[in-house]
């Protein structure tokens, strides 16, 4: 069975202080790995694709890496917007999505 | 540009009532529609998904179910709400299998 396990549960930061969310993944043939941004009570938004081992992308702050098990979200001096639930899932040849649960973080000024 | 329209926002309902949550699609013909479940602290659950009009997979049993009759609607029904299926639901749609998800804004569901 598929497994996606996201660490650590809750991320408290300081203004600008940079780091890093991570995704571990067990999975039959990796289709694609999707990171989500949630804010409370809100659907979650669309920030990256990842297909292939070594695979960077990046959006303002945020910068998405991608290994054979597991990916990172990185955080570069953020700024208390960045607050949010981050989400990551993965496809697999069944092409059906398994999400972690999610990391949590909090930035304050 | 696509646009996915989730209703109601939030519904606070009795136990052994019925349930209708509706998701429709604009900008997009015949995309893949989910129904995905949100509890505290766990990951998405997916519980319905359609690759066409009529038909429907179920992931998880359980006394919901699922309909789309027209191509860019998508329905969530029960005939009788259980404490159990409390939650946070969120529709979502795809242009294919491979591709990524977009989701509605959610429906935070209170079944007391």
């Known amino acids: 069975e598929d497994q996606v396990t996201q660490s650590p549960e809750a991320l408290r930061l300081q203004e600008g202080e940079s780091s890093s969310l991570n995704c571990s993944y067990t999975v039959s043939g990796l289709r694609g790995l999707f990171w989500y941004r949630q804010d409370p009570g809100k659907g979650p938004e669309f920030l990256f694709t990842?297909?292939?081992a070594g695979e960077e992308k990046e959006k303002e702050r945020l910068k998405a890496t991608l290994t054979k098990k597991e990916s990172f979200l990185h955080i570069t001096a953020p700024k208390p917007e960045d607050s949010a639930t981050y989400l990551c899932?993965?496809?697999?040849?069944?092409?059906?999505?398994?999400f972690g649960a999610g990391t949590t973080v909090t930035v304050r000024a | 540009s696509q646009t996915i329209h989730q209703w109601p926002a939030t519904l606070v309902q009795p136990v052994g009532s019925p349930l209708s949550l509706e998701c429709t699609v604009e900008?997009?013909?015949?995309?893949?529609l989910y129904w995905y479940r949100q509890a505290a602290g766990r990951g998405l659950q997916l519980l319905f998904y359609s690759v066409g009009i009529g038909q429907i997979s179920s992931e998880v049993p359980q006394n919901l179910s699922a309909s789309r009759p027209q191509d860019r609607q998508f329905i969530l029904s029960s005939k009788k709400l259980l404490l159990s299926d409390s939650g946070f639901y969120l529709c979502a749609w795809r242009t294919g299998e491979w591709e990524k998800l977009f989701f509605g804004s959610g429906t935070q569901l209170s079944v007391l």
């Open positions: 900008g997009t013909s015949n995309p893949n």
């Open positions: 990842l297909y292939s």
């Open positions: 899932a993965v496809q697999a040849d069944d092409y059906k999505l398994s």
